[in-house]
C-alpha cells in the first residue's frame, strides 16, 4: 500500500525555519517524482515545489523562490522542504504528493500544518 | 486571485449531470493537454479523479469524464451521488516558467 506521511509543521514565526519531511512507503520511492502542495486555512490548493526521480531538475512556485528548498534522499525514501524567512501568508496545511502521469498527483499524504504568527 | 478559473459553486440533484468548468489562457489551459481534476472532502488530501484532460485513473467511477475546449477545461459528473458532494480543483501545466497552476476551486453541493 502506498503511504506518504508528512511531518515537521508547527507554529513558528515570522521570519523563522522549519523543515517538513514526507516518509514514502508501498511503492519505489526513487523511480517517482514528487511534489510539495499547500492549502491555507479555507483556501484553495497551491502547488508549491517539484522535484525529479533523481533530485536533478527543480521547480518552485514564484511566491517560495529563493526561500523554500525542496530535496530528497532516495535512499531513505523521503522527500523533504526547507523553508526559511517564512511569512504569515505560508500558513497552510502542506501536502507532498507523488507524481503519477505528466503532472497529475495519484497519492498524497495526511498534510501537515504550518502555522506563521507572532 | 488563482490562475485558473472556476465557478465558486455548483449543484445538482441526485442523479443529474453537472458541469464544472475551468478557464485558462493559451499559455496553460490552452496550449497543454495536461490538465488534471481532483476532488476533495472536507478534511481529507485531494483525490485524482481525471488526468491528461480526459484520463480517468483505475477506480475512479466512469460517471466522471473530463474534456477541453480551447482555453477551457471541463468535469462532468453524471449520474450525481450524495458521495460526490465535496471541493473540485483542477490543474495544468503552465510552461517552465509558472510550471503548475491550479483552480480556485468548486464546491459541489448535492441537493
Known amino acids: 500500500e502506498v503511504q506518504l506521511v508528512e511531518s515537521g509543521g508547527g507554529l513558528v514565526q515570522p521570519g523563522g525555519s522549519l523543515r517538513l519531511s514526507c516518509a514514502a512507503s508501498g511503492f519505489t520511492f526513487s523511480s517517482y517524482e514528487m511534489n510539495w502542495v499547500r492549502q491555507a486555512p479555507g483556501k484553495g490548493l497551491e502547488w508549491v515545489s517539484y522535484?525529479?526521480?533523481?533530485?536533478?531538475?527543480?521547480y518552485y512556485a514564484d511566491s517560495v523562490k529563493g526561500r523554500f528548498t525542496i530535496s530528497r534522499d532516495n535512499a531513505k525514501n523521503s522527500l523533504y522542504l526547507q523553508m526559511n524567512s517564512l511569512r504569515a501568508e505560508d500558513t497552510a496545511v502542506y501536502y507532498c504528493?507523488?507524481?503519477?502521469?505528466?503532472?497529475?498527483?495519484?497519492?498524497w499524504g495526511q498534510g501537515t500544518l504550518v502555522t506563521v504568527s507572532s | 486571485q488563482s490562475a485558473l478559473t472556476q465557478p465558486a459553486s455548483v449543484s445538482g440533484s441526485p442523479g443529474q449531470s453537472i458541469t464544472i468548468s475551468c478557464t485558462g489562457t493559451?499559455?496553460?489551459?490552452?496550449?497543454?493537454?495536461?490538465v488534471s481534476w481532483y476532488q476533495q472532502h472536507p478534511g481529507k488530501a485531494p483525490k485524482l479523479m481525471i488526468y491528461?484532460?480526459?484520463k480517468r485513473p483505475s477506480g475512479v467511477s466512469n460517471r466522471f469524464s473530463g474534456s477541453k475546449s480551447g482555453n477551457t477545461a471541463s468535469l462532468t459528473i453524471s449520474g450525481l451521488q450524495a458521495e460526490d458532494e465535496a471541493d473540485y480543483y483542477c490543474?495544468?501545466?503552465?510552461?517552465?516558467?509558472?510550471?503548475?497552476?491550479f483552480g480556485g476551486g468548486t464546491k459541489l453541493t448535492v441537493l
Open positions: 522535484i525529479s526521480s533523481s533530485g536533478s531538475t527543480i
Open positions: 490543474c495544468s501545466y503552465a510552461g517552465s516558467s509558472t510550471y503548475v497552476v
Open positions: 493559451s499559455s496553460d489551459v490552452g496550449s497543454y493537454n495536461l
Open positions: 504528493a507523488r507524481e503519477y502521469q505528466l503532472l497529475s498527483y495519484d497519492y
Open positions: 491528461e484532460g480526459s
